[in-house]
């Protein structure tokens, strides 16, 4: 049941990115919290919000010296998806970590190559490497 839910939560979070191209509040802080609590209920609490804490601050600083390059939406999914990514091993949070940057500037080139003026959101990238990164764990 946790694991649907946190599916739901993330296609709901690419969905409006890709639509809005923002990630709101309602949808990113509700689900960090259940992340952490559900963590910390499975005696995962620490590993998950240190996780949070890393993700939170990689992109608080990126955000910082380019806010264009990154929104605060994206930020503050960090803290949910550092949390949900640690709370299975530094390992997931890593490839979770390094793959959704890898799979937004891929999502870039294409739109790029297709020479679209459209943005790229970075959110769906986050979601989807968070996902396929605790399978890998799960399997």
């Known amino acids: 049941m946790v694991s649907v839910c946190v599916l739901v939560w993330l296609a709901a979070l690419s969905v409006y990115d890709v639509r809005q191209r923002r990630l709101p509040n309602w ?43 990154m929104g605060a939406g994206d930020v503050k999914l960090a803290i949910g998806i550092g949390g949900l990514t640690a709370a299975f091993g530094s390992d997931v949070w890593l490839l979770a970590a390094l793959g959704a940057p890898v799979l937004t500037a891929g999502w870039a080139l294409v739109t ?28």
């Open 112 to 139: 790029l190559v297709r020479r679209s003026e459209q943005t790229v959101p970075h959110g769906p990238s986050m979601c989807l490497t968070a996902v396929m990164a605790t399978a890998l764990a799960v399997l």
């Open 27 to 69: 949808l990113t802080m509700p689900g960090a919290a259940a992340v952490l609590v559900v963590a910390a209920v499975h005696g995962r609490g620490v590993p998950a919000l240190l996780g949070a804490a890393a993700l939170f601050a990689v992109y608080a600083v990126v955000h910082l010296m380019s806010p264009t390059a």
